[in-house]
């Protein structure tokens, strides 16, 4: 089992830029992929982006294309939220959780076990 724990949140103003940490223990990641999902205040739960660790591979909801990266240091079993370009609409508690198969990291779906969360909020 990966016991998964989140950081790095904070306020930031809009245009700013924030990294979060997604810290595993117990099994390394290579055989699992990692998501990034939020959720803000009232709202549903957005599924933002997926990592296939074995090889890099990434995938992102069309809403943070081009400003969030996700990315994985195997050194460190921590994968990573680079978040550029924020806007107020990003404000939410951003979570990163196994997925269930890398199979389905493409539709980014079949999300499983998730830490605390980390709280984002983005200033106008």
């Known amino acids: 089992d990966v016991h998964l724990a989140e950081s790095g949140g904070g306020l930031v103003q809009a245009g700013g830029s924030l990294t979060l940490a997604c810290v595993a223990s117990g099994d390394p990641l290579d055989d699992y992929a990692i998501g990034w999902f939020r959720q803000g205040l009232g709202s549903e739960r957005e599924k933002i982006s997926c990592?296939?660790?074995?090889?890099?591979?990434?995938f992102y909801e069309d809403s943070v294309k081009g400003r969030f990266t996700t990315s994985v240091d195997n050194a460190k079993n921590t994968v990573y939220l680079q978040m550029n370009d924020l806007k107020p609409e990003d404000t939410a508690i951003y979570y990163c959780?196994?997925?269930?198969?890398?199979?389905?990291?493409?539709?980014?779906?079949?999300?499983?076990?998730w830490g605390q969360g980390t709280q984002v909020t983005v200033s106008s």
């Open positions: 990592i296939e660790v074995s090889d890099g591979t990434t």
């Open positions: 959780a196994t997925v269930a198969s890398e199979h389905l990291c493409p539709y980014l779906i079949g999300f499983a076990s």
